[in-house]
């Protein structure tokens, strides 16, 4: 486990904080190390001599925020401070007055504030809970209306610390300096608009104290590079074959929407899956063959509306003898005999669009909660709705956890920070992805990479919500590289496929 890895609630990151200063290390001796890194930070980044404007709220953020001034000033940078509170706490008020006895200019008003080059926002740390209102509110909107270079220390003051929503308003940073750990509120949809480039100042947490609070490992992660590799089928042994490296069921497509099996096929082609075979309706084999000539297209009887009407597989083979089953891009609604029959089986199997859509009219708990054999869904947000309409969505998080919980199966709730839980509450957040991916067809991409990842590790000792994760991690780096190169306009979902093995060869 690293840090990067580790999410951590509010009352997560003051019980970590609690011990660490129960432990002896004095507050202040703590804020000082914390407060030069950031001065480091910002050095780093911005020029010296310009000028500096520093936003002291009450607490201990505040304090942060001021012995940042004070280093900045001593650096070499034209500061002044906007403290427009009347009661601070003991050390963040010692601070602003050692601020004061330096000569840096001080105003609470914030008509009376000079032009600056960039700002430092300490106003508001983590555990904010009630809604920023009144003069302070005015003071944020104002300052984002200046549109000058924001930096906030923790994370942008206004933003709850677990659910990233906006109490009241907030301040809309282009860079956050997360302390010591990472807050859930950074990885919900919900910030990023507010939060900008983050990274994460390591201040040397013990991680027997990360362990103490959080276990080990976390319940709540972030997918990293390091963990993705870490169930990538890399290296593959010198004496494997074909047949050890997993056989993939892809059960997707229509007449309407043939270009969803071709996306899926493609996807599970770049994971290096050993056997591929795709059932689809007998009219679009053709088209299938000339895209994926390597895969065994299964032609099926379908429907007058051009959907599958019953699997057809060769020589009466039964579905126990694949490694695992992905199923629904493209089948219309009116597959769903072919949906129960796969849900039925005892085969690993994803279910994705329209298999999503099909098991919400079935009834998604109970359906599932037959199943014996690991179930992954991957609903977006309105399938997510659809599938489990009593789940309280406001805390993306919570409601991943709820149904997984509730399903028994892992849960892959699509966005632009995708999240993953298995049953037992244990969540992967993938921390970066690019609005290049809010295309049609990159959804059916990642069900074929992701079940080709999973037939060739199917036998292995590795937990099913890792490999998920490293699907989706791999997906959307994919993207991310697609879009450096031809904008976020150009990644269609064809076009993402040839960029999957990009990815791999860049590692």
Known sequence: MTKEQVIVTAAQMRDIEGRIFAAGMPVAALMEKVARLISDRLQAIIPQGQRVGILVGPGHNGGDALVVARELHFRGYQVWIYQPFSKLKELTSQHFQYAQSLGIPVY?????????????????????????????????????????????????????TDTGAVLGTAIRANHTFCLGLWKQGLLQEQALEYIGKAELIDFDIPLADIHDVLGNPPKINRITKTTALATLPLPRSPVTHKYKSGHLLLICGSRRYAGGAILTGLGARASGVGMLSIAVPESIKPLLVSHLPEALIIDCPETETGAISHLQLPGKTPLSSFTVIACGPGLTKDATPIVEQVINSEVPLILDADALNILAQLGTISTLQKRKTTTVLTPHTGEFH????????????????????????????????TAISNPQGVVWINPESTPALARGGSGDVLSGLMGGLLAQVANKQVNIEDVVATAAWWHSQAGILAAEERTELGVDAFTLTQYLMKVVIAI
């Open 108 to 160: 609470q008003e914030i008509e009376e504030l000079p032009s600056c080059d960039f700002l430092v926002d300490g106003l508001f740390g983590f555990g904010l809970e009630r809604e920023i209102t009144d003069s302070i509110a005015l003071a944020i909107n104002h300052f984002n209306e200046w549109n000058q270079p924001i930096f906030s220390i923790d994370l942008p003051s206004g933003l709850h």
């Open 386 to 417: 659809r599938l489990f309409p009593d789940i309280d969505f406001k805390d993306r998080v919570k409601a991943v956890q709820t149904a997984a919980s509730q399903t028994g199966a892992v849960v892959l709730l699509k966005g632009a920070r």
